[in-house]
């Protein structure tokens, strides 16, 4: 991995990430050089992230000829990014696209945690980006969560603020989207709102078992017990998408004029209840039925419980999302997307594949959150 970078232009333009190496943050640098948009990306990293980066960094650029990932040492909740002045100077006029995905992505997040990172970060890179000289496109990636406790139809270009939050993760990037919702005005800007993200869907491969894995954990706890109990409301979509599908659609978008100054779901195309899935997921786990209903209000103090919480693998915050009211809109992406021939897999297609690797990794403590 080579922390240098080329003197010579790129033509094409240089995309600049937060985020790497997580999880949509290395599919996105995928999918720009699979596709050509871009041979060289600079990516601001946490120090405590640096070995890591540069060792993803290396395996990625092994798959693209002449392309490169330029890692800079910095952190979002610093001024400029943590970066030198020097650094600075030299990049500020290379850079075209910007793509925010730093975030602290955790529902048990403490509030102060959340708001340095989610929103105080996030003021930060505003600040970068605005003085870019050449900026074509400021990609930010918020949250479905940002709906909160809203119920009913959500619509893309809404943002209102709901009566209540679960939690403070939701909470910090609906007050991150409103510092970036401003600057439309005056930027080039897309935001994106992805859904609830699982793995690839032609591999599986994932980088924790956070999301729709919390319910592979909570089968694989009950696969030894007598029955598997029923979790999950009939009445809650649970709207999900495919690393690769996020990465294909977002980088489609960068690339779409029109799509600048609009806010998109990505939530997937067809969403299937919460009931459902856990259903599915347990016969492709265990072959069995679920039998009989665990109430969500006792599941979720049970996990609430630090010994059985480490037992099941499962976040007490996990729950309020098995019984959620709202129904994410998503005409304005669809309208952008048509033209093009990506489609988002049917998740009833793809869990046998998702599964596979969770059966496959389950014993590796890393995958747990």
Not at 76 to 101: M, Q, R, S
Not at 168 to 188: G, M, N, R, S
Not at 251 to 271: D, F, K, N, W, Y
Request: glycine share 8%; proline share 3%.
């Amino acid at each position: 991995m080579n922390c240098s970078f080329k003197t010579g232009g790129n033509e094409m333009g240089i995309h600049f990430l937060t985020g790497f190496p997580g999880f949509v943050a290395t599919e996105l640098i995928h999918q720009l050089f699979k596709e050509g948009i871009t041979k060289q990306v600079f990516a601001v990293v946490l120090p405590s992230d640096l070995a890591k980066a540069k060792s993803k960094g290396t395996l990625i650029e092994g798959q693209y000829e002449g392309c490169q990932i330029v890692l800079f040492e910095g952190d979002i909740t610093l001024p400029n990014l943590g970066l030198a002045d020097e650094e600075l100077a030299i990049i500020n006029p290379k850079i075209t696209f910007v793509w925010h995905l730093a975030a602290i992505y955790d529902f048990a997040v403490s509030r102060e945690v959340a708001w340095k990172v989610n929103v105080h970060g996030t003021a930060n890179v505003n600040d970068f980006v605005c003085r870019l000289e050449k900026l074509e496109r400021y990609m930010y990636f918020s949250s479905a969560c940002i709906a909160g406790k809203r119920k009913g139809a959500i619509l893309e270009m809404e943002l209102i603020r709901p009566i209540a939050f679960h939690n403070y993760y939701e909470e910090t990037k609906f007050e991150a989207e409103l510092l970036v919702d401003d600057l439309k005005l005056e930027l080039p800007i897309t935001i994106i709102r992805p859904g609830i993200i699982y793995g690839h869907s032609k591999t599986g491969v994932t980088q924790k078992f956070d999301g729709i894995y919390f319910l592979f954990n909570a089968v694989e706890y009950f696969k030894g017990k007598i029955v598997i109990p029923q979790l999950g409301s009939k009445h809650t979509l649970l709207q999900m998408v495919s690393v690769d599908y996020i990465a294909e659609a977002s980088v489609r978008l960068c690339m779409l004029p029109e799509a600048a100054g609009e806010t998109l779901h990505i939530t997937g195309s067809q969403p299937y209840t919460a009931a459902h899935i856990y259903q599915e997921i347990a016969k492709i786990m265990t072959g069995k039925k679920t039998f009989g209903i665990l109430s969500l209000g006792i599941a979720k103090a049970m996990l609430e419980q630090p010994s059985i919480r480490k037992l099941v693998h499962v976040t007490s915050q996990t729950i309020d999302y098995l019984d959620y009211e709202g129904k994410f809109d998503t005409k304005d992406f669809d309208k952008l997307i048509a033209s093009s021939e990506i489609t988002c897999c049917d998740l009833m297609e793809t869990l046998p594949v998702l599964i596979k690797f969770y059966e496959e990794n389950k014993h590796l403590k890393s995958y747990y959150v």
